[in-house]
């Protein structure tokens, strides 16, 4: 398995197959998003997508407690929200702009893509802010935990998953947020029970860390579980998602539906990690770095592809799965080694610029 790199806090390398998760995650949500166009892949995505991503973001959580919070709360908020901050001012001229509004419209738009409440905005803009708040959440809290206890890794993240756990039970059946809140806040426990069930994973399995060894069971046990997880997934797809999604509405008489959701989201990490040791490489793990910045400028990425192709005279309408697959390429190649760099670069300019 390669690895390249550091991670951003600069504890450990990157683990480049991780990376190739998180670019199959970013292809399915571009897929996702052309909506009927994409086929079967429009209902079967939206199964796992955002629940996976929270997963794989939770592997290194518990590195941070290496750093002073104070300093990895900046260094989250610098890379996490300023970018995402700077797409909020983007978007809002560019639809100002291009759709001729005016300054009171300017800033009700500003105020809309800012509130990021899931649903309501551009897609993929609500995700960061309540990504930002659950790493900062997380990380406090296990600092809190790891002081209490002082107990390894393994222990701590136990502890996070089933702290993670309460909370998300809390919030589901005990005491309702409210929907419409700031940053999709009602969703914090659902995804933190994700977050910190993929902190859990991976010092709990070797399956999804590259600096540990399988033991001889393991090694027949996790190659069964992933490859029945491409098969479940496959029949999911070809099933239009029946086969996911059937039997939960079900399950315990509908009162446990989180269960089979968790159940498929696992399939769905062991799919894609089996899948990302066959196509893990420079390129995917270049795009992979970047998926909250893609997350950030897809609807932004797929207008400048369409206004190119028409100042040429072409007319990109993707209409089969084949072209919504073609264009999900072309826009994240796009986005992932122009676009998104250069709003980076402009973001740390900007940082450094303050900070004198």
Same mark, same amino acid.
């Given at each position: @398995? /390669?690895?390249?790199?550091?991670?951003?806090?600069?504890? !450990?390398?990157?683990?480049?197959?991780? #990376?190739?998760? *998180?670019?199959?995650?970013?292809?399915?949500? %571009?897929?996702?998003?052309?909506e009927?166009?994409?086929?079967?892949?429009?209902?079967?995505?939206? $199964?796992?997508?955002?629940?996976a991503?929270?997963?794989?973001?939770?592997?290194?959580?518990? +590195?941070?407690?290496?750093?002073?919070f104070l300093?990895?709360?900046?260094?989250?908020?610098?890379?996490?929200?300023?970018?995402?901050?700077?797409?909020?001012?983007?978007?809002?001229?560019?639809?100002? %702009?291009?759709? &001729?509004?005016?300054?009171?419209?300017?800033?009700?738009?500003?105020?809309?893509?800012?509130?990021?409440?899931?649903? $309501?905005?551009?897609?993929?803009?609500?995700?960061?802010?309540?990504?930002?708040?659950?790493?900062?959440?997380?990380?406090f809290?296990?600092?809190? %935990?790891a002081k209490?206890?002082?107990?390894?890794?393994?222990?701590?993240?136990?502890?996070?998953?089933?702290f +993670?756990?309460?909370?998300?039970?809390?919030?589901?059946?005990?005491?309702?947020?409210?929907? #419409?809140?700031?940053f +999709?806040?009602?969703? @914090?426990?659902?995804?933190? =029970?994700?977050?910190?069930?993929?902190?859990?994973?991976?010092?709990?399995?070797?399956?999804?860390?590259c600096?540990? /060894?399988?033991s001889?069971? *393991?090694?027949?046990?996790?190659?069964?579980i &992933?490859?029945?997880?491409?098969?479940?997934?496959?029949?999911?797809?070809?099933?239009?998602?029946?086969?996911?999604?059937?039997?939960?509405?079900?399950?315990?008489g509908?009162?446990?539906?989180?269960?089979?959701?968790?159940l498929?989201?696992?399939a769905?990490l062991?799919?894609?990690?089996?899948?990302?040791?066959?196509?893990?490489c #420079?390129?995917?793990?270049?795009?992979?770095? /970047?998926?909250?910045?893609l997350c950030?400028?897809?609807?932004?990425?797929k207008?400048?592809?369409?206004?190119?192709?028409?100042?040429?005279? =072409?007319?990109?309408?993707? /209409?089969?799965?084949?072209?919504?697959?073609?264009m999900?390429? +072309?826009?994240?190649?796009?986005?992932?080694?122009?676009?998104?760099?250069?709003v980076? *670069?402009?973001? #740390?300019?900007?940082?450094? !610029?303050? *900070?004198?």
């Amino acid at each position: @398995m /390669k690895v390249n790199g550091t991670t951003a806090i600069g504890l !450990k390398p990157r683990n480049q197959q991780i #990376d190739a998760m *998180k670019f199959l995650l970013i292809l399915s949500i %571009f897929i996702f998003h052309f909506e009927t166009a994409a086929g079967n892949f429009y209902p079967f995505a939206n $199964t796992f997508q955002v629940e996976a991503f929270f997963a794989i973001s939770g592997f290194w959580a518990l +590195s941070k407690l290496k750093k002073p919070f104070l300093s990895s709360t900046l260094n989250s908020f610098k890379n996490y929200f300023m970018p995402w901050l700077i797409w909020v001012v983007i978007y809002t001229l560019y639809y100002t %702009f291009s759709l &001729s509004l005016g300054i009171r419209m300017m800033s009700d738009t500003f105020v809309k893509y800012f509130s990021a409440v899931r649903g $309501t905005g551009i897609w993929g803009m609500w995700f960061t802010p309540l990504f930002f708040i659950i790493t900062v959440f997380y990380t406090f809290i296990s600092k809190i %935990f790891a002081k209490l206890f002082k107990v390894s890794d393994k222990i701590l993240a136990l502890i996070m998953f089933l702290f +993670s756990f309460s909370i998300f039970f809390i919030c589901q059946y005990v005491v309702r947020i409210p929907a #419409d809140l700031f940053f +999709s806040i009602h969703l @914090m426990p659902t995804y933190l =029970l994700y977050f910190a069930l993929g902190t859990f994973l991976y010092n709990w399995t070797c399956i999804f860390d590259c600096g540990k /060894k399988a033991s001889p069971a *393991k090694k027949i046990i996790y190659p069964v579980i &992933s490859v029945a997880s491409v098969l479940y997934l496959g029949i999911g797809y070809f099933q239009k998602t029946d086969i996911l999604w059937g039997w939960t509405s079900d399950f315990l008489g509908g009162k446990l539906t989180f269960i089979p959701q968790i159940l498929i989201v696992l399939a769905a990490l062991f799919s894609f990690n089996f899948m990302a040791k066959y196509i893990s490489c #420079d390129f995917t793990s270049k795009i992979g770095r /970047k998926t909250l910045g893609l997350c950030h400028g897809e609807a932004f990425i797929k207008s400048v592809i369409t206004l190119a192709a028409s100042l040429v005279g =072409l007319q990109l309408k993707a /209409k089969t799965p084949i072209e919504v697959i073609i264009m999900s390429f +072309s826009a994240l190649i796009l986005g992932g080694f122009i676009i998104v760099p250069a709003v980076n *670069k402009f973001t #740390d300019r900007l940082l450094m !610029k303050n *900070k004198s």
